[in-house]
């Protein structure tokens, strides 16, 4: 099941649509079974016990969107460590496929995207940069902005 779903949604930058899109289906169910997925690819990954354990947690604290629902430094206050620690594990979470999962917001996974596909310097200018002009469909400033012909 979770296969399936993962190829038809990796181009998909949120676990929401994929949920609301599985309708008569049980959304605690799937929602397992999305993130039981996500723990199989840990196992691929270079994690110690403990880091592996923090990624866990981070992956059962995804909001209904997949970005992470809690914020980083308490992941930290549970396991004893410091908030450095968790982000570096968290970077490593987000390379999973799809890849963006437990982005912090639609930012830094647009971000975390764009760099996994190797786009080009001005998309990732534009994400990183000039953000709510982009979401704001302001694109005529950001032509002028970044000196960009039509």
Same mark, same amino acid.
């Given at each position: ?6 190829e038809?949604f990796? *181009? &998909?930058?949120?676990? %929401?649509?994929?949920? %609301?899109?599985?309708?008569g289906?049980?959304? /605690? $169910?799937?929602?397992?079974? &999305?993130i ?5 690819? @840990?196992? $691929?990954q270079d994690f110690?016990d403990w =880091? ?5 947690e981070? @992956?059962?604290n ?10 980083p430094v308490l992941? %930290?206050?549970?396991?004893?460590c410091e908030? =450095? $620690?968790?982000?570096?594990i @968290? /970077?490593?979470v987000?390379r999973?496929?799809?890849? %963006?999962?437990?982005?912090?917001d639609?930012? *830094?996974? @647009?971000?975390?995207q +764009?760099r996994g +596909?190797?786009?080009?310097e001005?998309i990732l200018k534009?994400? #990183?940069?000039? &953000?709510?002009?982009?979401v704001n469909n302001?694109? $005529?400033?950001l032509q002028k902005?970044? #000196?960009?012909?039509k």
């Open positions: 099941m979770f296969n399936k779903y993962v038809f990796a *181009n &998909f930058n949120v676990l %929401g649509l994929a949920i %609301g899109l599985m309708i289906s049980n959304l /605690k $169910e799937v929602a397992g079974d &999305f039981d997925g996500l723990i199989l690819q @840990l196992d $691929e110690t =880091e592996r354990s923090i990624a866990e981070i @992956l059962w995804l909001d209904d969107r997949g970005y992470l629902a809690i914020e992941i %930290g206050d549970r396991y004893d908030e =450095e $620690e968790v982000l570096r @968290l /970077k490593k987000q999973l496929d799809p890849l %963006g999962i437990a982005a912090l639609l930012q *830094n996974c @647009l971000l975390i +764009a +596909a190797d786009k080009n001005l534009i994400l #990183s940069d000039h &953000f709510q002009d982009f302001r694109y $005529e400033q902005k970044l #000196s960009l012909s």
